[in-house]
């Protein structure tokens, strides 16, 4: 059966909450189809130990302030899972979850969304379905070899799990840097990090309130013409959260160039001495995870597709929203995608 509706929103994590919220403001009709079966996007499977980097109050959805964690400065991902799911419910968000979208098509004035629940007919669709669902593995020569385990940064949950091993963790972000540390100040597994360039630390007092606004401001310089200023990347890759701190100032994060290839038993340096590990962590990033979108034929180079703002160039009937800065500053963080999400909405009520 085929069902009708003004706008279908396409993911139920934080982006399409936000964008739920804003449609609810315009007055249009809507449903959110979410692939996963609970509620909390991809917090719900975050790693043991990861927190915010931002206090709770500067990590809210527009309409309610994410509260304090007690004990907590940086509130941890299952305070953020909770916050979600009251959100959700608390602004009564039709949110359809254990929903997977195919794919979404043109079929005439609307757009054809197919799910494994049925089919909707939409006149405006918002994708927010994120990144977490593609992590990115880099090509390295030796990589079929390597007997040990393959993990990436969303399949690692704690140092529990490799107690007396010797892990190797690729990837000089915040990622990386967190994970590395976590293992490193478990006193029980011997890490070595690795990174293509030397890792570059924010200033202690850096956290997610001044990135936001230095993400922010470089868009607006942007818009005006001005030059570019470089944005958070100007500053530094890593957010010197207390974990990576301390296991920094413990002299535990020094990383290493990359290897030059992997070995059955773990990896080979350019000169050419071996080191054996039981695991490989790649912390390589995502990409975006648009295989939805495919039968409309936007996508251009890594994956991305042709915005004005957040609106799609190649078809105005769809937005893209918290994918990275290319679909709104900062709007892939908690803070930063409220106002994509309002801008989506407003220019979707205007054109409907």
């Known amino acids: ?8 929103v396409v993911g139920g994590g934080q982006s399409g909450l936000a964008a739920g919220y804003h449609l609810r403001r315009q007055g ?20 043991d130990s990861l927190h915010l980097f931002s206090p709770a109050e500067h990590s809210s959805l527009p309409g309610r302030l994410m509260p304090a964690q007690a004990g907590e ?34 079929n005439g004035e609307r757009l054809l969304v197919e799910a494994d629940s049925g089919t909707w007919r939409a006149r405006a669709v918002i994708s927010a379905t994120g990144t977490w669902t593609r992590p990115f593995f880099p090509a390295v020569p030796g990589r079929g070899l390597f007997t040990g385990r393959h993990l990436h940064t969303v399949n690692y949950r704690s140092p529990a799990d490799f ?20 293992l490193a100040l478990d006193g029980n597994v011997n890490v070595t990090w690795v990174a293509q360039r030397p890792p ?6 850096i956290d997610g309130r001044a990135l936001f606004d230095v993400a922010t401001s470089r868009r607006r310089a942007l818009d005006a013409g001005h030059t570019d200023t470089g944005g958070v990347a100007s500053l530094g890759d890593i957010v010197a959260v207390p974990p990576v701190r301390a296991a920094r ?47 409309l034929n936007l996508r251009r180079a890594r994956g991305h597709i042709l915005t004005d703002g957040t609106r799609a160039l190649g078809e105005p009937r769809l937005h893209l929203l918290g994918y990275g800065d290319w679909t709104g500053p900062a709007s892939a963080t908690l803070i930063g995608v409220g106002r994509p999400a309002r801008d989506a909405a407003h220019e979707i009520a205007g054109s409907l």
């Open 1 to 8: 059966m085929t069902q009708h509706t003004d706008v279908v």
């Open 28 to 47: 249009l009709d809507f449903v959110i189809l979410d692939a996963e079966a609970a509620q909390g996007g991809s917090w719900q499977h975050m790693w």
């Open 73 to 106: 400065t940086y509130p941890d991902a299952g305070h953020v899972v909770d916050y979600l799911t009251d959100y959700e419910k608390r602004y009564d968000l039709p949110v359809q979850h254990g929903t997977r979208v195919d794919a979404v098509r043109r």
């Open 163 to 182: 107690a007396d091993q010797h892990v190797i963790v690729v990837g000089g972000g915040n990622s990386g840097a967190q994970i590395a540390a976590d």
């Open 200 to 205: 570059r630390f924010l200033p202690n007092d």
């Open 249 to 295: 100032d413990a002299g535990h994060l020094h990383a290493k160039p990359m290897f030059a290839q992997l070995s059955a038993d773990g990896v080979r340096w350019d000169d050419g001495s071996q080191s054996d590990a039981e695991a490989i962590v790649w912390c390589t990033g995502f990409r975006p995870a648009l295989a939805h979108l495919s039968p």
